[in-house]
């Protein structure tokens, strides 16, 4: 069965610091990928997603940056952290042909 | 780009009670989902249904693809269903690009 983990599960970040969050998926190739966030509050904002190796899309412009370095790993950057970028973040996968989503853990980012 | 609403967007129940949540959406779907957010923030898929209807245990969904909205039932509710529900739809060339509607909090009290 596929499984997606994603890390660290909570961490506390300065201002002006960078950041990497990692995901990965087991148990399946070639998901479509994605990294979503979750402020204050309810809302899912979808900020990247991946159909392949080295394809990014970014639907928000903003602080962050995404890669894929291989099929099943996708990783969340900034090189400098802002107040704003607190917050919920998950990174889901889907098969490309159905396109059902599922989600990680989560990762919770508070900037300080 | 497609809108979804939710509604309600609170509800408290005691528990034992039926409910039903309600998910509008403003174009053709090709991919709907509900997932269930628990306290610790994890969201659970609870049905794929771009149509029809499906159940598992106490929950089941329909969606009325035609009519551009779609149901969750909740029977015999728990405290463990407590945490927002999400309806999350794709619609147009793209089945994996979702939108989220703002969810429904559920607080299911003992």
């Known amino acids: 069965s596929q499984t997606i983990h994603q890390w660290p599960a909570t961490l506390v970040q300065p201002v002006g610091s960078p950041l990497s969050l990692e995901c990965t998926v087991e148990g399946t190739s070639n998901p479509n990928l994605y990294w979503y966030r979750q402020a204050a509050g309810r809302g899912l904002q979808l900020l990247f997603y991946s159909v392949g190796i080295g394809q990014i899309s970014s639907e928000v412009p903003q602080n962050l940056s995404a890669s894929r370095p291989q099929d099943r790993q996708f990783i969340l950057s900034s090189k400098k952290l802002l107040l704003s970028d607190s917050g919920f973040y998950l990174c889901a996968w889907s098969a490309s042909y159905t396109g059902e989503l599922f989600f990680g853990e989560g990762s919770r980012l508070t900037v300080l | 780009g497609i809108q979804v609403e939710q509604s309600p967007p609170d509800l408290i129940l005691q528990e034992g009670a039926n409910s039903t949540l309600r998910c509008n959406f403003s174009d053709s779907v090709n991919n709907l989902q509900w997932f269930h957010q628990n306290p610790w923030g994890q969201l659970i898929n609870l049905f794929y249904?771009?149509?029809g209807t499906k159940q598992n245990g106490r929950l089941s969904a329909t969606t009325v693809a035609t009519e551009r909205y779609s149901l969750l039932y909740i029977s015999s509710s728990q405290t463990t269903d407590s945490g927002v529900y999400f309806c999350?739809?794709?619609?147009?060339?793209?089945?994996?690009?979702?939108?989220f509607g703002k969810g429904t909090l559920l607080t299911v009290n003992p």
């Open positions: 999350a739809v794709a619609s147009g060339g793209s089945n994996y690009k979702l939108t």
């Open positions: 249904i771009p149509s």
